[in-house]
C-alpha cells in the first residue's frame, strides 16, 4: 500500500456564529467550530499538536499552536473518529481558518493532516 493511504487522515468542519458571546459594538465575533478528525489509512495513528491560521477581513492573523486538542491526544485506530468543538474570536463578521494536525503513526512516522481552509461568518453577511 502507498504510504499516502498508509497515513491517512481526513477532517470534515462545522462552524457557527456564536451571538450571545459576540459583541458587534465592541467588534468582537465568537465562532463554535466541531471538527471531525477520522483515520481514513491503514495505521493507527495519534493527534499530538495542532496548528490553526485564524485571519479575520482586515487581513489580521492569529496563529495557534498547541499540544493536542481541547486537552486531549486521541489515538484514532483506522477507521476510527474523533470530533471535538472549540471556538475562536475575531475582530470581523467574516474570517478564514486553515491549519493541520501534527501526527505520529504506531510504527513512529510523523505526518501532518491539513485542514483546508474555511469560512467563519456571521449569518446574513455572506450570500
Excluded at 15 to 38: C, G, K, M, N
Excluded at 66 to 86: A, D, M, N, R, W
Amino acid at each position: 500500500m502507498a504510504d499516502s493511504k498508509k497515513y491517512e487522515i481526513t477532517v470534515k468542519t462545522h462552524v457557527e456564529y456564536v451571538p450571545d458571546q459576540s459583541d458587534v459594538d465592541l467588534e468582537r465575533y465568537v465562532f463554535a467550530y466541531t471538527i471531525t478528525i477520522t483515520n481514513t489509512g491503514s495505521v493507527a495513528a495519534q493527534l499530538i499538536s495542532r496548528h490553526w491560521v485564524i485571519t479575520d477581513a482586515t487581513d489580521q492573523v492569529q496563529e495557534v499552536r498547541g499540544l493536542g486538542v481541547i486537552g486531549e491526544q486521541p489515538l484514532l485506530k483506522p477507521g476510527e473518529s474523533f470530533e471535538y468543538t472549540s471556538g475562536c474570536v475575531i475582530a470581523t463578521p467574516v474570517g478564514t481558518m486553515h491549519g493541520s494536525y501534527q501526527m505520529t503513526a504506531e510504527d513512529g512516522t510523523k505526518f501532518d493532516a491539513p485542514v483546508a481552509e474555511f469560512t467563519l461568518n456571521m449569518p446574513r453577511v455572506l450570500h
